[in-house]
């Protein structure tokens, strides 16, 4: 029971980041460790060379201006001064006899007998002895042009116990140090997973719940989880809107269809029933009633083909006015009925690539609705125009137009607004004339005020202007 829980942790994202930004801590600490020690040790080391060193170069310029005498009386004054730590003095002639030598208190005969074992009196040379724990024996030689060597030396701390006391220091705040990093990881690792664990939580509450509406907060930040977390809200969002879209599609193709289906089948049966000379009228109502529902069915393929890409489309080079013609004349007994008035404006001949059989259906689905929200005696214009190097084709009306809330939703499949209800259709019309203008590259625009009337615009791409007017 009590490792699952600890196993379980430490295959977390926060327990492997604070692992590797410890270990990377304790790498980093050790390396500069490593950098300071051996720098240490070289400045120790150049400290007390430089400081021999010099007081050997002292000492040979007073040899060589006044000779053993005057070094003598020089090295007394110098070791007087100091009183700790005099300098060791040797001097030795080309043949081997010692001229001068200056015992420091603090020296022992071992440490000379050492520096008789150890030291190289024929050459420049610079030697350190470990003497104890405490101090080492540092030591110069220098031969001049006359034979003569000079040593010059003294007892100094040792390096080693110098370097052993920054060890322990290092190991006594190392732990310390460590358990702040870890600790400090681990508030920094909260804090940068804290975005991806409300990504979780959100995502475990919308397949516990089934709710939609669920949003991850968002951070004032700018950076990358951030644009993660604005991304996976939007992708919510228009889930969201996907699943209602559906939801309320599912539940007009029901209602849609229910009522075919259900005069069908009344049909059937009364033909069934009754086997009189009515059967053959049933049976043309049961046609029109199938034909009816395969129309819903082949226009919601026709819409989910075009807004996948996969409409297949037969460019040629049309002439919009002649589409829009043709249209006019398909509904222009329809119109006569209500006294509703159809006027085009267009200036120039226009031809584009288009699928003349499907722009003339988008053509037809928007003047069919224009003419069926309009009121009698009402007028429908239909406008073609240059835009910005393209072709605007413009559907207005005068009819009862569209409320606010229902326009983000009127390209919805089998979406009715409040108005459509009472009439015929299928709710397709606008997503089919969409979904067509779309897969030739255009888009659609619309503005509408109840009571006021509507303006459909498809914005078409790639026009060609062609000499002559349309009619």
Known sequence: MFWKPLRDFTRTLSFRLNVWHAAI?????????????????????????????ARLREYIAVYQGGGIPALRDWTSRVNEARKERMFFVRVTNANGAVQLEVMPQDWFDQDLQRVDEEAKAEADDWRRLPRNGETDLTLATRVLDDGTIFQVGRSSDSRETLLGKFRQVFVIIIPPVLLI?????????????????A??????????????????????AD???????????RMLEHNEKLFRTLRDSLDNVAHDLRTPLSRLRLSLEESLRTRSDGTQDAIID?????????????????????????????????DVGSLIADVIDLYDHIAQEK?????????????????????????????????????????????????????????????????????????????????????????????????????????????????????????????????????
């Not at 950076?223 to 809200?233: G, R, T």
């Open 25 to 53: 801590f304790l790498g980093s600490a050790a390396l500069v460790f490593t950098l300071i020690y051996f720098l240490l040790g070289a400045a120790i080391e150049r400290k007390d060379r430089d400081v021999i060193e």
């Open 181 to 197: 990093g870890f600790i400090g990881g681990a508030l920094l690792t909260r804090r940068m997973t804290k975005p991806i664990c």
């Open 286 to 318: 049961a046609l029109e009633e199938t034909e009816r529902v395969q129309t819903i069915i082949r226009t919601l393929m026709d819409v989910a083909q075009a807004e996948s890409g996969l409409m297949p489309l037969n460019l040629v080079a049309a």
């Open 223 to 233: 950076d990358e989880l951030q644009e993660l977390v604005v991304l996976f809200n």
């Open 199 to 220: 990504l979780v939580e959100a995502a475990a509450s919308i397949i516990n719940t089934g709710r939609m509406d669920v949003r991850v907060p968002e951070r004032r």
């Open 339 to 471: 006294q509703i008035a159809i006027a085009t404006e267009m200036g120039e001949s226009i031809s584009l690539p288009l699928d003349a059989a499907r722009m003339r259906q988008a053509f037809a689905n928007l003047l069919d609705n224009a003419i069926k929200y309009t009121p009698p005696h009402g007028r429908v214009t239909i406008a073609v125009r240059a835009r910005d190097g393209n072709v605007e084709v413009i559907f207005s009306d005068t009819g009862v137009g569209i409320a606010e809330k229902d326009l983000p939703r009127i390209w919805e499949r089998l979406y009715r607004t409040d108005q459509s209800r009472s009439a015929s259709g299928l709710g397709l019309g606008l997503s089919l004339v969409k979904a067509i203008v779309e897969a030739h590259g255009g888009r659609m625009e619309v503005s509408s005020a109840e009571g006021k009337g509507s303006a459909f615009g498809i914005l078409l791409r790639g026009a060609i202007a062609s000499a002559g007017t349309t009619p």
